[in-house]
């Protein structure tokens, strides 16, 4: 199994609240992925990174931030919690080589907003 | 608009039987395409991939078709086996103008019946 740790596995918040997911990989690949899993709608891209402090925003960016100052982090911020912001949250990475594609996936974070 | 469209939510096979995953895409710039399998509980897992220079590709019991023309792509699982009851999602991917982005689908879950 690729290196990949997303913490918190869970989380219950409050609406406005900040919140800060994280995803820390061991397989030092440059690239880093941010997705939601909702259902009707699979797994759609929040931000992405392709390198230390290098992040673009995907399909889904409003009302998330994102950064990455170390190769094997990248942290999920959002500003000001909402309701519609309730999902699974997945990190991917994937390797240098050219299989840009081949994505490696988190086990995901629950959360809830209230 | 979903770029990647998975019309069946559910399908339901006997054990042994075909299973047969469609997909269609809109994008004329997609050029590789992935399924991807998910557990409950558990990130989406690579299952196989095919590039639009082919239109088939096999490993194992699983085999991906591509239609280029018709721009829809099938997963065929040949036995079908109850482990594999799981949501399968299609994705893809235009590496020569968003090479750093994958388009996931909605998801079509597959139960295998004994």
């Known amino acids: 199994d690729a290196g990949i740790t997303q913490s918190p596995r869970h989380k219950v918040t409050e609406t406005g609240t900040p919140v800060t997911l994280r995803c820390h990989q061991t397989e030092n690949h440059r690239y880093m992925y941010w997705y939601r899993q909702d259902p009707g709608h699979g797994l759609r891209l929040i931000h992405y990174?392709?390198?230390?402090?290098?992040?673009d925003k995907g399909e889904v960016s409003d009302g998330y931030s994102v950064s990455r100052s170390k190769t094997e982090d990248f942290l999920l911020t959002l500003e000001s919690a909402t309701s519609s912001q309730t999902s699974v949250y997945f990190c991917?990475?994937?390797?240098?080589?050219?299989?840009?594609?081949?994505?490696?996936f988190g086990s995901g974070t629950q959360l809830s907003v209230l | 608009d979903q770029q990647v469209k998975q019309n069946s939510p559910s399908l339901s096979v006997q054990e042994g039987r075909i299973s047969i995953l469609n997909c269609d895409y809109t994008?004329?710039?997609?050029?590789?395409f992935l399924w991807y399998k998910k557990y409950p509980a558990e990130g989406p897992t690579f299952l196989i991939s095919i590039s639009s220079i082919k239109d088939k590709n096999e490993d194992g019991r699983f085999t991906v078709f591509l239609n280029k023309s018709a721009k829809h792509l099938s997963l065929h699982i040949v036995p079908s086996q109850p482990g594999d009851s799981a949501v399968y999602f299609c994705?893809?991917?235009?590496?020569?103008?968003?090479?750093?982005?994958?388009?996931f689908g909605p998801g079509t879950s597959l139960s295998v019946i004994p």
């Open positions: 990174s392709y390198g230390v402090k290098d992040t």
């Open positions: 994008n004329s710039m997609f050029d590789y």
């Open positions: 994705a893809a991917s235009a590496r020569k103008t968003s090479y750093d982005k994958v388009i």
């Open positions: 991917a990475i994937s390797e240098s080589t050219g299989l840009l594609e081949k994505l490696f």
